[in-house]
């Protein structure tokens, strides 16, 4: 299936998810259109009008089989191309309704931009991912996506498409996750079960928001208990009354995970990135280890990333009172250790000297989300924290910690290191933020 990402928080195009050519092309319903000219001047033997103008208006349709390739499936897909957007829907080879999506185009922050768009291509890009579309025939376009290795056709569909207004995210109680609700199954792994399973009790608890997950070695020692927001953390992809599709990452990251029900008392997950299921049943009893948290964690982030004016050079960090606004200072660059969660709290610790007999005050902030990272400026940061100010004393290099209360279940995405005194250069490093 291609799935519009972006609709489900992530930072990549939907129509990249990766798919196969189709052999079978649809013969069109009415005249194929013979004037490529954009404004209608043509006489029909002309190509004027660049891919996108061609698409616009326009539905291509791919018919795609498990045959086709390794991700494939029995379903079919519909591409939607107006101005300013792509709507792709799909539907099952029994004409169910599967996906609804929509890409904007266009310059917004979550838009696709158009980077070529000639009489021979059109190239669509997110970020660094790029796709790229061009006429075979008059009532067939290829899809091309380098970084996948990727390629698919589609052809020319006259007919109303299905599903264009279908919502693939059903809210009603007898969707698969409005009977999870409020309640918990139980599943009782080993060794046998799968290449990657232990021996080991696992609790899933569904909630209005979210998920927790708890877990016990087969004697009932406490070894987990993971609580997984929706929206944030986990995206719901589809809530039907047959299936519920849930899934975390960024393509080509992206991770997703089925749950159907067997029967009133029974749950099947499917993890295909895997090549996993497993079941698990329902269970009344009371969850162990829902308040059972563990020992620190530690991450290390590297405060390389550089605004506002701010400068770093290998180690050492500089706030100028000349070229530089008052918010200038250094971000976290390792991605790979968020989202940060504090529900006990925490600290940060650094070793650091300063070059000059001048004290160094510093701090550190945590934020949601970068600045402006979906499109609504400091409102994406909210909720923030800051720690309490810390004072770097003397050129010797020593260890300096700072410590902060509880965050509740706020989850973290921005990890942020100012200095507040101006023209004095701070050598730092072994950063160290500690979850209590």
Sequence with gaps: MKTINRLLAISAISLFIMSCSSEEVDEPQGPAPNDNVSDGSGDGGQTTATVFERLQGNTFRQIESPDDCATCEDEINYYIFSSDALQITGTKSDNTCEQNDIQSIGTCAECA????????????????????????????????????????????FAEEPP????????????????????????????VDTCGTCDDEKNYYMFFEDGIRITGTTLDDVCEQNDYTAFGDDIDIELNTTDELRICIGTFPFRFCQTITFLSDTEIHFDFPAFNQTWTAQLYTDDVPCTDWTEGP????????????????????????????????GFANEDTGLYPLSFPNGGKVTFNAATEGATDIVVKFVFERLPFDAEGNGAADTQPSFETATVTVSGTDTKEYSVDFGSQDDNTFRSALFYLITQDQTLTASDFDITTN
């Design 163 to 190: 599903c264009i207004d279908w919502n693939p995210v059903g809210d009603g109680e007898d969707t698969v996750l409005g009977r999870l609700k409020g309640k918990t199954y139980q599943q009782i792994e080993t």
């Design 113 to 156: 931009t158009v980077e070529e768009d000639s009489v021979d291509k059109l190239t669509l890009c997110l970020d660094s991912l790029c796709q790229t579309i061009t006429f075979v025939s008059e009532d067939e376009i290829q899809f091309d996506f380098p970084s996948a290795n990727q390629t698919w056709t589609a052809q020319r």
């Design 297 to 328: 964690t530690t991450t290390n982030p590297i405060y390389s990333g550089t605004f506002g004016g701010a400068v770093y050079d290998n180690g050492t960090f500089l706030f100028p009172s000349s070229n530089s606004q008052t918010w200038a």
